[in-house]
């Protein structure tokens, strides 16, 4: 367990990686360092891998900024903070002159020779990406943990689209359901570690006539779901979620669709029947259903 000091100053640092507009392995590689000498659990993990996951913008870091200032008020602390952002914008062995202003209005709040809330000003010349924070909230996106956690491609939906545009796509109820759905169909599909454009438009079809998505929402759902799956996907949470959220029609059916994604190349792989089988029995079917969900696709 790391103090809650320590998460704080891993979030800053997962932020300031977004410096370039993309976290490089040599970043990721170095903020995981502090994961190991903080010991950080898993669960401590996902609050900082929440600023990893999608990039960030100016006012999020600013938030998140402020936030470790306002916790940390130890000189030694905050000295240790100017190193490790240091250290890490010299990971991928380039130092813009914009990086290295920022790194000495940083040098210059904790010294105390300059307000914080100047530096914090400073951030949106760092973060070349721009914008502003969608939910408008000292949360940020640190309300949105549970989804990251249980249904990340309904994260991910809400983080590309931001929250307007997200309630034109449906109710809360029906994009949950539509992006566990999508998930879950991705995960299938990608299980031998490929997805094949019939697996796609498939996903696409379902989604849209089964969940009533617009085929621009599908699409973009179906994006982020393969995505989502090939950085893995904790199936156990998924699942779990899945049976919180669906109904016993409504998972039926669910079943059905992957099974019918499975069939969507005109054949079953060995590991896509061994996935599904895993995935209803998880779901609470029993091996009659589980058989005659897929007899029901293999029907001609």
């Not at 994260?155 to 796509?169: A, D, I, N």
């Not at 792989?269 to 897929?294: C, G, P, T």
Request: hydrophobic share 40%; net charge negative.
């Amino acid at each position: 367990m790391a103090l809650p000091m320590q998460v704080e100053f891993l979030k800053v640092l997962a932020c300031v990686a977004w410096a370039d507009e993309e976290v490089t392995n040599a970043e990721l590689n170095f903020i995981k360092q502090f994961v190991r000498r903080f010991d950080l659990s898993g669960d401590e993990w996902m609050q900082v891998e929440l600023y990893l996951s999608e990039r960030v913008d100016a006012e999020e870091m600013k938030q998140v900024t402020r936030r470790f200032f306002s916790r940390v008020h130890r000189s030694k602390e905050r000295r240790m903070l100017v190193d490790a952002v240091e250290n890490l914008l010299r990971a991928d062995e380039s130092l813009t002159d914009t990086e290295q202003e920022w790194l000495r209005d940083l040098q210059e709040v904790v010294s105390g020779a300059k307000k914080t809330v100047f530096f914090l000003d400073g951030l949106k010349s760092l973060l070349r990406i721009g914008g502003e924070n969608q939910k408008g909230t000292d949360e940020g996106r640190d309300a949105d943990l549970h989804d990251f956690i249980h249904n990340r491609v309904l994260f991910k939906l809400r983080r590309r689209l931001g929250s307007e545009r997200l309630e034109e796509c449906g109710t809360p109820a029906k994009l949950k359901k539509l992006t566990l759905s999508a998930a879950l169909l991705g995960r299938v599909g990608y299980v031998d570690n490929e997805f094949l454009p019939q697996e796609e438009a498939f996903m696409k079809k379902v989604l849209s006539e089964t969940w009533g998505a617009s085929p621009p929402v599908a699409e973009v759902i179906t994006e982020i779901a393969i995505e989502t799956v090939r950085h893995g996907v904790d199936l156990h949470r998924l699942v779990k979620e899945v049976k919180e959220t669906m109904s016993k029609p409504e998972k039926k059916n669910l079943l059905e669709g992957i099974f019918a994604l499975a069939m969507a190349e005109g054949r079953m792989s060995n590991e896509e029947v061994e996935e599904i089988r895993k995935i209803a029995y998880m779901l609470d079917f029993s091996h009659k259903q589980f058989i005659d969900a897929k007899l029901k696709i293999l029907k001609p």
